[in-house]
DNA sequence: GTCCAGGTTTTTA
DNA sequence: TAAAAACATGGA
């Protein structure tokens, strides 16, 4: 057992893309909420936060990322180069439900776009915990709601969207803590059942709040990605931990527009 | 005014 | 079947 904490950085973690209810403070530390918890850390108080379980198990502070990151560096080289651009970067355990409904309200949305509307869906559906923050609604609070009652959060037409994910979900058709241990083409088609989830935001609701892994979504960056920087090359050959690979990519992709100027120019 | 944004559904050929 | 167009909203 380690006892430093290692691969964790919280600009890389908080800040990839994979989650929407964390703000950058001026002192440089995030502040959040998750599970109902209001939550600020920082540099410096990291330690103390992690002696909490409910952290530790968010940060997903069990599994060594070293060690992966080491795994897929070996596998390729250019992999390499995009994990070593984001070393502590990590997958959270985020709520299944908030991370499926937050992924719904991504598509063909900006990041700070769908941050505004989450963060107006909480107000105004979720519970006040305090100090102005506010808990992620659940499915069965949303489950009431015709798409016109959420005119207000401005989500445009994914309303009705978020109304269906809430329905399946707070009815069990779709049994979100079942789909994290079902096989994963199976819980791929459960998620698309839901009106408005398509194959992408079926991979983020898989890895981002179900942790699944191997699961590797394939947005308009990542096609990108995988055509300039791995071609031929196909998401199942980066194994059991494909997602985290993804994630490197991503985010090393979006932060590196230049890796692309060739293509543009190309057309 | 036009284009685009971590897509999906609906319409059209 | 496969390729376009439509879908709400707001910032660049």
Redesign the pocket.
Known sequence: MKNQITSFDLEQTLD???CFRWDKQGDGSYTGVAFGQILNISAENREEVLRDQLWRNYFDIGLDYDEIRAALSKEDAVLARAADFAPGMRILNQDPWEALCS?II?????????K?IVARLCTQFGDEIGDGYYSFPTAERLAELKPEEL?DI????RA??ICSAAQKVASGEVDLAYLKTCPLTQAREAL?T?????????D?ALL?GLHRLEAF??????KRAMQTLFPGKLPESFGQYAGIA??YI?HYSRNNPTLFAAEDKAG
């Open positions: 990839c893309g994979q992924f991504s598509q063909n949305n900006n990041i700070p776009r769908v505004g005119a401005r989500s445009g037409f009705k969207y698309m839901i009106h408005g989830v398509g194959p992408k935001v079926a983020c981002y979504p394939m947005d308009v960056w990542m993804q994630q991503f």
